[in-house]
């Protein structure tokens, strides 16, 4: 018969709740640990890594609607990307500012309620748009929010890239 003898250890918590050990009960034989057991719990305060999402949709001159979903925080432009919505030369300088190429067009009722009004270089990019609108904004400069869940913007008929001589 083997010899079992038990030994009790008190871990103490540690004052930050990082991790919290309850007691452990060490048992041996002769030589080798047989069992040995730990109530470990732990506790997090690390930020919530997953963006909140909104549905936009994105239709064409046609009528045709591609439906995104959209991150919160993320720019219109970032939207179209990661969702792989099909337009045509769209975001052509990556969101410099330079191109005219990310132009879409807001519902007049959508787009009273943008957060940010276009700054300068956005409404002289704008004048190098196709198809300009008393509601177009350029989608590099426009930031998801909350409140855009179901959002339907207006995709032009057309592109100019304004890097490019006319
Ligand atoms: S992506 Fe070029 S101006 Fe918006």
Do not use: W
């Amino acid at each position: 018969m083997s010899r079992v003898s038990t030994l009790r250890v008190l871990i103490p918590k540690f004052a930050l709740n990082f991790a919290r050990y309850e007691s452990t009960t060490v048992q041996f034989t002769s030589k080798k640990v047989v069992t040995c057991c730990v109530n470990r719990k732990f506790s997090s305060t690390s930020p919530k890594l997953k963006k909140e999402t909104v549905t936009v949709y994105f239709v064409d001159f046609q009528g045709n609607k591609q439906t995104a979903k959209a991150k919160v925080g993320d720019s219109l432009l970032d939207v179209v990307v990661e969702n792989e919505i099909d337009i045509d030369g769209f975001g052509a300088c990556e969101g410099t500012l330079a191109c005219s190429t990310c132009h879409l067009i807001f519902k007049k009722k959508d787009f009273d309620k943008l957060p940010e009004k276009p700054t300068d270089e956005e409404l002289d990019m704008l004048d190098l748009a196709y198809g300009l609108k008393e509601t177009s904004r350029l989608g590099c400069q426009i930031i998801v929010t909350k409140d855009m869940d179901g959002l339907e913007v207006e995709i032009p008929g057309g592109v100019a890239d304004a890097r490019e001589p006319s």
